[in-house]
């Protein structure tokens, strides 16, 4: 037994005592307890190979929150079209979230779940994982995406081992299930979301061990309603704000059907050159063309929808052409000219290209074609931008700005023009495809000057002020402004959903620019100790000498000591352990992340940390064995004589990796009522 309180929780479980009542018992009967306790569980399961540390006995005893449940996967209704991309993970070590229908509302983020393969041979348990979110309800999964025919209940689980009969992975087949556990628990649901009792979710831990861990995507998520969202994720690091983010960009990443045509044209002439549109058409044109012809083709109609000016089309075009022509080109009277010199017009207004023009411009045939050509089958496509504040992160940047631009072979140099910023791009693509939802997604959006990059964009986020375009792009609702570079007309589309992160540890929520915060909604993200997997999704892992370590006791431990030190907002995030399944990788989370992170939280304060690991008791003395070591150096020890005025000298070091021992991590959590 790993010390007395384990002991007397095990007697107090299979006893029904309570607290005072075991304490009241001596050392002795309560070994003598526990001995007949041995013997009286080894009779009931019929076999002397029991641990009160491994299932089923653990799960008799172990206080737990949490409940387990079974989930259940036909074969033959639903394919599993990522199943083996999803296996390959787990099988590397990740974990792999998926939403699941479920039967039950009454299931909590922490809950275990086993995943049963049914509707076909062979049948039985094939997965674990943590139920990682609340119950939810979105279409269901056989509905067609967005219709609203029929709401169903969802969680997200997190596998962390995922078999594939078919490729030869062991199982727990329901023959195993039905031998095995006790009769009164049913193996064949019709239906996900199934509690299993304590007991028989005991034995099923044990047959999992011992089948599987010895040896050795449904439909599109539902998109939001078209409402847009401005949303921003915040609290301490590592609780998961990131993988929130990664996580909603899967409903914006993929889509079921191929993108139509005259959207996905328009995505890709919507950061072009209006020279390279229009030279495409030309040579579409078969090189020679008046400008009413040019005007009239669809790339060009194509690209005036996208930039808004569908009234002056013509215009564009003839500065255009008459910018880019030699002055050999009589028929043209103009001083603003600019390389590359590769048009030329007739006396009765035909437009053509230049002898030698392809040596110039050779990308423009290709282009062309690949326009003319379309998306390929089964395109897919990125509906989002990712973006990353920092100090020097400006409006330029994200909205537009001037840059400079290499003029070519024939210009002097570089010449200056108009860039679009990633959010203006992403407005663009949004604009040309209403119907579908799109985002973009700005981490550490606390870390920049959010008046300074945001400018006017302020105004144009509120979602009582989103715009909305009919068929030819004409604004109908919302709110549009002139931008000061480029001098369009912008306005934020209601299609376009805007997420960000805020980590509170380098700034408090309520410092953020009071415009922000009215325009936002906040979720905050606070440390889940429950979503830690561990090495058999119960937040445990083995510490290499027979014993245990809950990962997830250890988190509270150190954030409660945070709350008390520091505060709230710089808590440690469960993320840091989520990957941890084995003790040598807790050690290297707690060296390499864990303590620094805390030596900038402490600055430097070492006898704060180490009351964060409970490496020190009230009065200064070691509580060993230690992560962070002090020792007290006296003057004598360094001048051999005392020196007046000097205090003893308190030297602090962090223990070696392959020194940690397992006790000290349990007492972090252990020694404390």
């Given at each position: 037994?790993f010390?007395g309180?384990?002991?007397?929780?095990?007697?107090?479980?299979f006893?029904?005592?309570r607290?005072?009542q075991?304490?009241?018992?001596?050392?002795?009967?309560l070994?003598g307890?526990?001995?007949e306790?041995?013997?009286?569980?080894?009779?009931?399961y019929?076999?002397?190979?029991?641990?009160f540390?491994s299932?089923?006995?653990?799960?008799?005893?172990f206080?737990?929150?949490?409940n387990?449940?079974?989930f259940?996967w036909?074969?033959?209704?639903?394919p599993?079209?990522t199943?083996?991309?999803d296996?390959?993970?787990?099988?590397n070590g990740e974990t792999?979230?998926l939403r699941?229908?479920?039967?039950n509302?009454?299931?909590?983020v922490?809950d275990?779940?086993?995943?049963?393969?049914?509707?076909?041979?062979p049948r039985?348990?094939?997965?674990i994982g943590?139920?990682?979110?609340a119950?939810?309800?979105?279409?269901?999964?056989?509905?067609p995406q967005?219709?609203?025919n029929?709401?169903?209940w969802?969680?997200?689980?997190?596998?962390?081992?995922?078999?594939?009969p078919?490729?030869?992975?062991?199982?727990?087949?329901q023959e195993?299930?039905?031998k095995a556990?006790?009769d009164d628990?049913a193996?064949s649901?019709?239906?996900?979301?199934?509690?299993?009792?304590p007991k028989?979710?005991?034995?099923?831990?044990?047959?999992?061990?011992?089948?599987v861990?010895k040896?050795s995507?449904?439909?599109q998520?539902t998109?939001?309603?078209?409402?847009?969202?401005?949303?921003i994720?915040y609290g301490p690091p590592?609780?998961?704000?990131?993988y929130e983010?990664?996580?909603?960009k899967?409903r914006?990443a993929t889509q079921?059907?191929?993108?139509?045509?005259?959207?996905?044209l328009?995505?890709?002439?919507?950061?072009?050159?209006?020279?390279?549109?229009?030279?495409?058409?030309l040579y579409?044109l078969?090189?020679?063309?008046?400008?009413?012809?040019i005007?009239?083709?669809?790339?060009?109609?194509?690209?005036?929808?996208v930039m808004?000016?569908?009234?002056?089309?013509k215009q564009?075009?003839?500065?255009?052409?008459?910018q880019?022509?030699?002055?050999?080109?009589t028929?043209?009277?103009?001083?603003?000219?600019?390389?590359?010199?590769v048009?030329?017009?007739?006396?009765?207004?035909?437009?053509?290209f230049?002898?030698?023009?392809?040596?110039?411009?050779?990308?423009?045939?290709a282009?062309?074609?690949?326009?003319?050509?379309?998306?390929?089958?089964g395109?897919q496509q990125?509906r989002?931008?990712?973006?990353t504040?920092?100090?020097?992160y400006?409006?330029?940047d994200?909205?537009?700005?001037?840059r400079?631009v290499d003029?070519?072979?024939d210009?002097?140099?570089?010449?200056?023009?108009?860039?679009?910023?990633?959010?203006?791009?992403i407005?663009?693509k949004?604009k040309?495809?209403?119907k579908?939802?799109?985002a973009?997604?700005?981490?550490?959006?606390n870390?920049?000057n959010?008046a300074?990059?945001f400018?006017?964009?302020?105004?144009?986020?509120e979602?009582?002020k989103?715009a909305?375009?009919?068929?030819?792009?004409?604004l109908?609702?919302g709110?549009e402004?002139?931008?000061?570079?480029s001098?369009?007309?912008?306005?934020?589309?209601?299609?376009?959903?805007?997420y960000?992160?805020?980590?509170?540890?380098?700034?408090?929520?309520?410092?953020?620019?009071?415009?922000?915060?009215?325009?936002?909604?906040?979720k905050?993200?606070?440390?889940n100790s429950?979503?830690?997997?561990?090495?058999?999704?119960?937040g445990t892992?083995?510490?290499?000498?027979?014993?245990?370590?809950?990962?997830?006791?250890?988190?509270?431990a150190m954030n409660?000591?945070?709350?008390?030190?520091?505060?709230?907002d710089?808590?440690?995030?469960?993320?840091?352990?989520c990957?941890v399944?084995?003790?040598?990788d807790?050690?290297?989370?707690?060296?390499?992340?864990v303590?620094?992170?805390?030596?900038e939280?402490?600055?430097e304060d070492w006898?704060?940390?180490?009351?964060?690991?409970?490496?020190?008791?009230?009065?200064?003395q070691?509580?060993?064995?230690?992560?962070?070591?002090?020792?007290?150096?006296?003057?004598e020890?360094?001048?051999?004589f005392d020196v007046?005025?000097h205090d003893?000298l308190i030297?602090?070091?962090?223990?070696?990796e392959?020194?940690i021992?397992?006790?000290?991590?349990r007492?972090?959590?252990?020694?404390?009522n």
């Amino acid at each position: 037994m790993f010390g007395g309180t384990h002991r007397r929780s095990i007697v107090a479980a299979f006893r029904e005592l309570r607290p005072a009542q075991v304490n009241k018992i001596t050392v002795s009967d309560l070994d003598g307890e526990l001995h007949e306790i041995c013997k009286e569980q080894e009779a009931s399961y019929g076999t002397e190979e029991l641990d009160f540390y491994s299932p089923p006995l653990r799960n008799l005893w172990f206080e737990s929150p949490h409940n387990s449940w079974l989930f259940s996967w036909n074969s033959t209704k639903w394919p599993w079209e990522t199943l083996a991309a999803d296996r390959r993970a787990t099988h590397n070590g990740e974990t792999v979230t998926l939403r699941w229908n479920c039967a039950n509302t009454g299931i909590h983020v922490g809950d275990r779940v086993y995943l049963t393969r049914s509707g076909a041979e062979p049948r039985g348990v094939i997965a674990i994982g943590n139920v990682v979110t609340a119950p939810y309800q979105a279409d269901h999964w056989d509905e067609p995406q967005g219709s609203g025919n029929k709401q169903i209940w969802y969680v997200d689980i997190a596998f962390s081992r995922i078999q594939d009969p078919d490729q030869g992975d062991p199982m727990v087949s329901q023959e195993e299930l039905k031998k095995a556990v006790p009769d009164d628990q049913a193996w064949s649901p019709l239906a996900s979301g199934i509690k299993i009792k304590p007991k028989a979710a005991g034995m099923l831990e044990k047959l999992w061990q011992d089948t599987v861990e010895k040896v050795s995507k449904p439909e599109q998520p539902t998109l939001p309603a078209m409402r847009p969202r401005n949303l921003i994720f915040y609290g301490p690091p590592g609780t998961g704000k990131t993988y929130e983010l990664n996580r909603l960009k899967e409903r914006y990443a993929t889509q079921s059907t191929p993108i139509q045509r005259d959207v996905w044209l328009m995505q890709k002439l919507a950061d072009v050159r209006w020279f390279d549109v229009i030279a495409a058409a030309l040579y579409k044109l078969g090189g020679r063309a008046k400008v009413g012809d040019i005007a009239t083709h669809e790339f060009v109609g194509l690209k005036g929808r996208v930039m808004e000016r569908t009234s002056h089309i013509k215009q564009t075009i003839w500065a255009t052409l008459q910018q880019h022509t030699p002055e050999s080109c009589t028929t043209v009277l103009t001083r603003n000219r600019c390389a590359p010199f590769v048009f030329e017009k007739s006396r009765d207004s035909v437009w053509s290209f230049t002898d030698g023009w392809q040596e110039t411009c050779d990308d423009i045939p290709a282009l062309a074609d690949s326009w003319e050509r379309g998306p390929d089958a089964g395109t897919q496509q990125q509906r989002y931008e990712f973006v990353t504040f920092h100090q020097a992160y400006s409006y330029e940047d994200f909205l537009e700005g001037i840059r400079p631009v290499d003029a070519g072979e024939d210009g002097d140099g570089f010449s200056y023009r108009v860039v679009p910023g990633v959010f203006k791009r992403i407005v663009k693509k949004a604009k040309a495809d209403p119907k579908q939802k799109y985002a973009i997604f700005i981490d550490e959006i606390n870390r920049g000057n959010i008046a300074k990059i945001f400018g006017e964009l302020i105004t144009l986020m509120e979602v009582d002020k989103r715009a909305e375009s009919d068929s030819e792009g004409h604004l109908t609702k919302g709110l549009e402004l002139t931008l000061p570079y480029s001098g369009e007309t912008f306005g934020v589309p209601v299609n376009l959903d805007i997420y960000g992160t805020m980590n509170t540890a380098d700034r408090s929520i309520a410092l953020i620019d009071t415009a922000l915060r009215r325009r936002f909604r906040f979720k905050e993200l606070m440390p889940n100790s429950a979503v830690i997997n561990g090495r058999a999704a119960d937040g445990t892992i083995d510490d290499g000498d027979g014993g245990v370590i809950d990962l997830r006791k250890m988190l509270d431990a150190m954030n409660l000591r945070i709350r008390f030190l520091l505060n709230r907002d710089m808590t440690l995030g469960h993320a840091y352990f989520c990957n941890v399944r084995t003790f040598a990788d807790l050690k290297e989370v707690l060296l390499n992340q864990v303590i620094p992170l805390l030596q900038e939280y402490f600055y430097e304060d070492w006898r704060s940390i180490q009351k964060v690991f409970h490496d020190v008791g009230e009065d200064g003395q070691h509580h060993d064995p230690q992560i962070v070591c002090h020792r007290i150096v006296k003057p004598e020890e360094a001048f051999g004589f005392d020196v007046a005025g000097h205090d003893d000298l308190i030297e602090y070091r962090v223990e070696d990796e392959a020194n940690i021992a397992p006790d000290a991590i349990r007492k972090i959590y252990e020694d404390v009522n």
